[in-house]
């Protein structure tokens, strides 16, 4: 037995390795190996669950270094991302937006059924609908109040509903327009969000379209800065695929 231990020791100072230590510097190298590879996966999967706290952190590092316009309408296109153009875009085809509705008889801004209804009779399939809260927060189609009223005052659903647009036309609610585009399959909606919140008014209108996918990928979300565009990802952009941002000067549509 001493003899065995002897000749076990002259192996480690004649400058041999023996099986034994070779197989246990094998086995610990494996483990090193399986310990970077589950931390690399660890890392792989955090990140993909973080992605949009990722991204909002980025945009806010990049606020932090860039302060925010005192105007909300004042970005710089040429500092933003260029729009890469396939031929395909739904605004290739179709260049004009018609706002407020579109016009009707002459008038313009009435948000109403009726422009609305004679947009759509003429072929003119996408348009624009100016969007804010009643005072009892429900989501109307409405440009100013004083569209309805001698004053710039907010009204509650039932007064707005009572009323007339500039005096001669039935006002549009958030989920009537819904239904008109169930019935014109053709139709799309380009947002502009008035006096609240983009991604609440947004999200309201996607609950009153029951994330309905035929109907969603009709919306058009109308942008004002480029800094808008993180926050509205993350809370609703995945299920509506088409947003744009809105130019800086000139008119969006008829």
Not at 102 to 126: D, H, M, Q, R, W
Not at 197 to 202: K, M, S, V
Request: aromatic share 8%; net charge negative; proline share 4%.
């Amino acid at each position: 037995m001493l003899r065995i231990e002897k000749e076990k020791v002259s192996h480690y100072f004649d400058g041999s390795i023996t099986p034994t230590v070779c197989c246990t510097m094998k086995s610990q190298k494996c483990k090193f190996l399986l310990l970077h590879i589950l931390l690399l996966c660890g890392l792989a999967l955090l990140v993909l669950k973080y992605v949009e706290e990722i991204q909002m952190f980025k945009q806010t590092i990049y606020d932090t270094i860039h302060p925010k316009s005192d105007s909300e309408t004042t970005d710089d296109p040429i500092t933003l991302y260029p729009v890469e153009i396939n031929g395909d875009e739904w605004f290739v085809e179709h260049p004009l937006i018609y706002h407020a509705g579109g016009a009707i008889e002459g008038n313009k801004y009435t948000n109403s059924v009726e422009a609305v209804e004679n947009t759509l009779s003429e072929g003119k399939n996408f348009i624009e609908i100016d969007l804010r809260y009643t005072c009892d927060n429900v989501l109307v189609c409405a440009h100013n109040w004083d569209d309805i009223y001698l004053e710039d005052r907010q009204p509650t659903l039932e007064e707005f509903l009572s009323s007339k647009i500039q005096g001669k036309f039935s006002p549009l609610t958030a989920e009537h327009l819904i239904e008109i585009m169930r019935q014109n399959t053709e139709m799309y909606l380009i947002t502009d969000i008035k006096d609240t919140d983009l991604c609440t008014a947004i999200s309201d209108l996607v609950a009153l379209a029951e994330e309905d996918p035929a109907i969603l990928d009709r919306f058009i979300i109308q942008l004002y800065t480029g800094r808008e565009k993180t926050p509205f990802r993350k809370s609703i952009l995945l299920k509506i695929p088409n947003s744009f941002l809105r130019p800086t000067t000139g008119e969006i549509g008829n």
